[in-house]
């Protein structure tokens, strides 16, 4: 069935370092790949998304990457601080069903 | 923010009841989704509904059910038979136009069974 893996899980970084999440989905028909982040008791908020027609997109320090070959796509935060510590989510929407299917997250860290 | 609107904010169940929890959106927007969060977890999808008077079950939906008679609102009713209810639901709304395949969030109802 439809399913997004989404590594790692938790992700601790040193101020300033980058981070790199990764998501790999499994249903042929995505097409849009949006980023989220939750800030605790939140609702998720967008940060960033990528259309299946688009290798990559950068947003000032955010970027994400699109593999449609592998299935893969990446979440690249750079000079991270420490308001960036939330936890991430990838999901990718089907265009038959328009379901969107979400990773698990990654709780990221951000140390001062 | 974002004109999607949940309520209550929190809400507390007893046991054998049923519950429902409100979505509206001023979007104008077509289609509206239901998920719920445990803690730690990511989102599941309970129902979906793509248009008026039409909607699907998503992965999780024994002990829940929906109506979608405006374009406005899309109420979900927690029934007795959802044997573990505490969680985290998220009300959310696809654009149209430019952002057709972007999702906005509501703010959340946090559900406690008593």
């Known amino acids: 069935g439809e399913n997004v893996e989404q590594h790692p899980s938790t992700l601790s970084v040193q101020e300033g370092d980058s981070a790199v999440i990764k998501c790999t989905y499994s249903?042929?028909?995505?097409?849009?790949f949006p980023w989220y982040k939750q800030e605790l008791g939140k609702r998720p908020q967008l940060i960033i998304d990528?259309?299946?027609?688009?290798g990559e997109k950068k947003d000032q320090r955010i970027a994400v990457t699109l593999n449609k070959t592998a299935k893969h796509f990446s979440l690249h935060i750079t000079e991270t601080q420490p308001e960036d510590s939330a936890v991430y989510f990838c999901?990718?929407?089907?265009?038959?069903?328009?379901?969107?299917?979400f990773g698990t997250g990654t709780r990221l860290k951000v140390l001062a | 923010d974002g004109g999607i609107t949940q309520s209550p904010k929190y809400l507390f169940r007893k046991e054998g009841q049923n519950v429902t929890l409100s979505c509206e959106q001023n979007?104008?927007?077509?289609?509206m989704y239901w998920y719920r969060q445990d803690p730690g977890q990511g989102l599941r999808l309970i129902y979906y509904?793509?248009?008026?008077?039409?909607?699907q079950k998503g992965d999780i939906a024994e002990g829940y059910s929906v109506s979608r008679e405006k374009k406005e609102s899309f109420p979900l009713t927690v029934t007795s038979a959802q044997k573990n209810p505490t969680a985290f639901y998220l009300c959310?709304?696809?654009?149209?136009?430019?952002?057709?395949?972007?999702?906005?969030f509501g703010p959340g109802t946090r559900l406690t069974v008593l």
């Open positions: 959310a709304s696809r654009g149209g136009g430019g952002t057709y395949n972007e999702q906005f």
């Open positions: 249903d042929s028909a995505s097409n849009y």
């Open positions: 990528i259309r299946s027609n688009v």
């Open positions: 999901a990718a929407l089907s265009s038959g069903t328009y379901k969107y299917i």
């Open positions: 979007l104008n927007h077509d289609a």
């Open positions: 509904s793509q248009i008026v008077n039409d909607f």
